[in-house]
């Protein structure tokens, strides 16, 4: 079964990033981070690795 949540923490970073020319905002950015938090709880090894890459991704953006 796939996990829901693991889904949209990565599609949380990526309207995140998409949206970075268009301007974002601190309460997007924690919104992905809160995502990828709650999906941490119930993934998988393989999908907790993904998540820490999404997270280094999240952090090396800069808000326009």
Known sequence: M???LFQQAKDA???FTNN???GTNEQDKQAA???IQAA???ATGE???QLQQLQQQLEQQ???
Do not use: C, I
């Open 40 to 42: 941490m709880q119930d």
């Open 2 to 4: 796939q996990n829901n």
């Open 33 to 35: 981070q809160n995502a």
């Open 13 to 15: 970073v990526t309207q």
């Open 47 to 49: 999908e907790k690795q």
């Open 20 to 22: 970075l020319a268009g």
């Open 62 to 64: 800069k808000l326009s």
